[in-house]
């Protein structure tokens, strides 16, 4: 099996345990769930005695547990920092999806564009003739020198380069006898309803209405951003990165990359796994200037943001196989969320839009997220989806189930949910590092995709090793994002994290 296979696998199982985690133990541990259980759930008239939740629910700094199962394949081995928000009590909320009109866009604009142009990308992007012929000096000199693969994109499995030289040539020739000798750029508004161009399968152009999605480049001190956003049902999408020639100064197609992914992937450098060394070499600037940066942008949104996380990030020419030498950049991606009452909403990888039934016509919610990549240059990218409208208190100071019975209930769906290893499988060997309290939403996409509403969940995060008759797989959990069971810490039952709810 190759690097695509694996990784194709650990998907597959990863998505499996997921939907695992639906089923219910014989003893019923894990009560019927849903957002009607929440009107049940029981308040106290007074926050705990006896101080901070850490000590009334009687949780660890740190936990360890180690279990076997299925005649030895499967084993769960937890060593977890155990996180819980220094507060004395939690309550539940109501939450809203945001309008997503002109009001929402002319707010994310003002809050991270206050003072730049806005042009159409198209034209912005336009090369001239001159930028053609310097491209065209640069890749000719290459070849002359020998250099058939000048970005370092590698080659494929049959040793051919997967950045074809002669072709890059051809086409920067026919570009420049169309090419402008000046910019002729087109001032536009950051709106819903502009016209496009497009392209038909001959070719053909063709006039569009960009109904429900924007994008454009915007011009500003720092540089030239791409900006653009959606708004789908009830999800609202932006994204602002940084234009193409701004982070490479070059027209070949730019990645970022997370840390977690190159240290816990299958990816490899010249001298083998990547490790932490690796990555910090290609990051400028310090992590309290990258955070001071991120968390001004932020601070601009008006959403109570604070930094939940982060992880290295590097820029890379191309993502086929990454090697130091394809690297241009690196900095920081920071995870932004909501904290109520001093509580955060618990970043996860997952979207928490998902579908139980792939055939269904439902239009899912995802979470709300925010997050900030800053490099060498500022702020380099920023993703920011579904702000939420937080409401009212909908149960004051609920009643939480203490530390030992979520473990309880962690260790019996760890067990359950992977009870169906295939047969090339030899071992599975899940590695929990980190065990986390906070808030999640929940909603029922059935009834309202709308509204939700934000309870306190119990996230386990990790990786896991998979050994199969001819490949392995190690993934050690490494500042992971990825929560492989989520407990709702008031009654037990356990979250989708992909479904939401």
Known sequence: MGRKGLLACLCMISLGCLAGCEKTPEDAVVREKGADRIREYEGESEKAAGGMLRETLIVPEHYTDRAVYEDGRLV???????????????????????????????????GFFPDAAFYRTETYNTLTKQECREKLTELNKYRAEGNLDPYGFGTDETGSYFFNIEQKIAQYENMMQDAPEEKVLEPIRPSLGLETVTYDDDGNPQQEVMEDYFYG?????????????????????????????????QFEPVFWVAGEELRNGQEETEDGRWTEADIKQFVKL?????????????????????????DYELLCRNNYEIQKGSILDGGYIFYFTRVIDGVPLTHTSMQGGGLEDIESTLETWKYERCNIVVG???????????????????????????FEQIMQIYKQMMEISNADLASDEKLRTYHITRIALGYSRIYDPTANNE???????????????LDLEEESLRNAGEGSTRSFLTINAVDGTVIDRELGY
Do not use: H
């Open 217 to 249: 480049t915007a011009v500003t001190a720092e540089g030239a951003y791409d900006y653009w956003f959606s708004f789908s049902g009830p999800n609202n999408e932006f994204t602002i990165q940084k234009n193409q020639e701004d982070l490479a100064g």
């Open 286 to 310: 310090s992590y309290e200037e990258a955070e001071q940066i991120a968390s001004e942008k932020a601070k601009k949104l008006g959403m109570d943001l604070a930094v939940y996380g982060w």
């Open 451 to 465: 509204a939700g509403i934000l309870i306190p969940v119990w996230d386990f995060f990790g990786g896991f090793d």
């Open 376 to 402: 060498s240059g500022g702020i380099c990218r920023v993703e920011l989806q579904n702000p939420y409208v937080v409401g009212d208190v909908q149960v004051k100071n609920v009643k939480l189930l203490d």
């Open 76 to 110: 769960i081995d937890t060593d977890a920092e155990v996180f819980c928000p220094d507060v004395d009590a939690v309550s539940t909320y109501g939450v809203l999806k945001r309008d997503g009109g002109q009001e929402l866009i002319d707010f994310v604009t003002e």
